[in-house]
């Protein structure tokens, strides 16, 4: 079955510190992959995706390429701010229609 | 825009109690979720629906049913209540299969 493995955290890191969260899959089909953000007391909501091999997702500063060859989806951000302080998730679709999420990784930005 | 809401945002339930947690979305979108969080466990899927009329079950259906009449609302029926079933829980909805899902703001259960 489908499986998204991810970066342990919690992460804490100083305003402007480059942040990457791993992530892993493991898919029988072709996935597309997203990155999911939660911000404290809030339901997740979409940060970027990228349907198919190579692709590059991006939006507000953070970036993640699908990696077919490794079976990868890094999230990355060059220079983080305290409202970056969220839960990341990676996550999975595939055709049968479910995402598949990942355990999530909570960040923490210091002023 | 409404997107997803749930009802309600907080609930204490004794154990064996019932309850249903509402879940209605407006715009338009056949696939429907159900997830619960634990801490460090990520988001498990309970139940999922692909249109009005058809649901399957997800990776922890136990103790939990659904319904999908309408193509708006996604009702979640837990029977007997228990403890293990403290949680929070999402519902969200799609356009497709593979696209972006919105979520509501979670329902947190306790069960005592």
């Known amino acids: 079955g489908n499986s998204v493995t991810q970066m342990e955290g919690p992460v804490t890191l100083s305003e402007e510190a480059f942040l990457t969260i791993n992530c892993t899959y493991t898919?029988?089909?072709?996935?597309?992959l997203f990155w999911y953000v939660q911000y404290p007391g809030e339901g997740l909501q979409l940060l970027l995706k990228?349907?198919?091999?190579?692709d590059k997702g991006s939006n507000k500063g953070f970036e993640a390429t699908y990696r077919k060859e490794t079976t990868s989806f890094h999230l990355e951000k060059g220079s983080v701010q305290v409202s970056d302080s969220a839960v990341y998730f990676c996550a999975l679709s595939d055709s049968d229609y479910k995402l598949s999420f990942g355990a999530g990784t909570t960040v923490t930005v210091r002023a | 825009n409404a997107g997803v809401t749930q009802t309600p945002k907080f609930r204490i339930l004794k154990i064996g109690q019932s309850m249903t947690l509402q879940c209605a979305q407006d715009m338009n979108h056949n696939y429907m979720y159900w997830y619960r969080q634990d801490p460090g466990m990520g988001l498990k899927l309970i139940y999922y629906s692909v249109g009005a009329g058809i649901t399957d079950k997800g990776e922890v259906p136990n103790g939990y049913n659904v319904s999908r009449s309408t193509t708006e609302d996604f009702p979640l029926r837990l029977e007997l209540a228990a403890p293990s079933q403290t949680s929070v829980y999402f519902c969200a909805s799609a356009t497709g299969g593979i696209g972006e899902a919105f979520f509501g703001q979670g329902t947190r259960l306790t069960v005592v």
């Open positions: 898919a029988t089909g072709y996935p597309s």
């Open positions: 990228a349907t198919k091999a190579d």
